[in-house]
């Protein structure tokens, strides 16, 4: 009787991302896009850095360790990319902390810069 039982399982009659409506499907489409921009722009200085020899990853860490602690917070984080011309928010500036931050102090020291992708 198994054997002749037919399945219960059926085929959607819509893909999965049909629940958004047309230009949420766009945006969603956008913003990979430009996730994967950004992250391929990030790794073409990582490598342009990489090529030049006067480029020092510890002295670059130690301009970003404002008070001279040996770690950099979110809060400098957040004033140096102020510095440059661009506001961010506190979270965007933990979100970028956080892409570092190997041990989930709440901080970032050489030791984790170091072994992520070296520069």
Same mark, same amino acid.
């Given at each position: !009787?198994? $054997? %002749? =039982?037919?399945?219960?399982? =059926?085929?959607? +009659?819509?893909?999965?991302d049909d629940c958004f409506y047309?230009? /949420?499907?766009?945006?969603?489409?956008? !913003?990979? =896009?430009?996730?994967?921009?950004? #992250?391929?722009?990030?790794?073409?200085? %990582?490598?342009? +850095? &990489?090529? &030049?020899?006067?480029?020092?990853?510890?002295?670059a860490f130690n301009s970003l360790? +404002?008070?001279?602690?040996? =770690?950099?917070?979110?809060?400098?984080?957040?004033?140096?990319?102020?510095?440059?011309?661009?506001?961010? /928010?506190?979270? #965007?500036a933990t979100q970028v902390l956080?892409?570092?931050?190997? $041990?989930?102090?709440?901080?970032? /020291?050489?030791?984790?810069?170091?072994?992520?992708?070296?520069?």
């Amino acid at each position: !009787m198994l $054997n %002749r =039982r037919p399945s219960n399982h =059926r085929h959607p +009659l819509y893909r999965r991302d049909d629940c958004f409506y047309s230009d /949420t499907q766009v945006e969603f489409r956008n !913003m990979w =896009r430009v996730h994967f921009k950004a #992250e391929v722009a990030a790794e073409a200085v %990582r490598q342009r +850095l &990489q090529r &030049q020899p006067c480029f020092n990853v510890y002295e670059a860490f130690n301009s970003l360790d +404002l008070n001279d602690d040996g =770690r950099v917070s979110s809060s400098e984080i957040k004033r140096i990319i102020e510095s440059r011309g661009f506001y961010v /928010t506190e979270k #965007e500036a933990t979100q970028v902390l956080k892409k570092f931050d190997g $041990n989930g102090d709440g901080s970032i /020291t050489f030791n984790e810069v170091s072994n992520q992708n070296p520069i």
